[in-house]
Each structure stands twice: as structure tokens, then as C-alpha cells.
Nanobody, 115 residues
């Protein structure tokens, strides 16, 4: 059974930082491209950042320079370090695992940035 379990969300003030984690089980983690997506109130789900199985990362323009995605294959975990948070970063953040046509999603973790 595949599980992606996100943690680390919460309430933070503008300018603050949070670190999200996503622990994966039931997959050969090192083979998967991993990513973070988010869905804000009344918005569609959007890509935040991805990291390939080889460690190459990609970011949405809106978070470039503020967020950092990383992975630890020994722990089957990815991270999203979020700095200089803004109210517009408020969303449910979802972990994503992708291997070709196979896609898995986590349940999400809420991030709320107060102004």
C-alpha cells in the first residue's frame, strides 16, 4: 500500500518560515520524481516545486528563491523549506510521487500565512 504522509504545516506570520516533510512508503522511492503542489482557497491545484530521481529541482516562478525542495533517499522523504512566506502562500500543500504514468498523492497539510 502506497502512502505519502505530509507534515510540518501550520500557522505562521508573514516573513516567517516553515519546513514541510513528506514520508513515502510502499514505493521504490529513489526511482520516483517527487513534488509539492498546493491549492489555495478558491484556486486550482498548482505546482510548487519538483525534484527528479536524479536530484534536479524545478520551481514555480512565485516561489523561486524563497522555497527549496530536497530529498533524502535513505529516509524516503522529501522536504520543502519555505522562507519569506507571504499570505498568498496560504494553501493546502500536497506531496506527489510520479514514475511514468504512475502518480500518487498525499492527503495534504495546511499552511496558513497571516498578514
Amino acid at each position: 500500500q502506497v502512502q505519502l504522509v505530509e507534515s510540518g504545516g501550520g500557522l505562521v506570520q508573514t516573513g516567517g518560515s516553515l519546513r514541510l516533510s513528506c514520508a513515502a512508503s510502499g514505493i521504490i522511492f529513489s526511482r520516483y520524481d517527487m513534488g509539492w503542489y498546493r491549492q489555495g482557497p478558491g484556486k486550482q491545484r498548482e505546482l510548487v516545486a519538483t525534484i527528479t530521481s536524479g536530484g534536479n529541482s524545478n520551481y514555480a516562478d512565485s516561489v523561486e528563491g524563497r522555497f527549496t525542495i530536497s530529498r533524502d533517499n535513505a529516509k524516503n522523504t522529501i522536504y520543502l523549506q519555505m522562507n519569506s512566506l507571504k499570505p498568498e502562500d496560504t494553501a493546502v500543500y500536497y506531496c506527489n510521487a510520479r514514475l511514468g504514468p504512475i502518480v500518487h498523492w498525499g492527503q495534504g497539510t495546511q499552511v496558513t500565512v497571516s498578514s
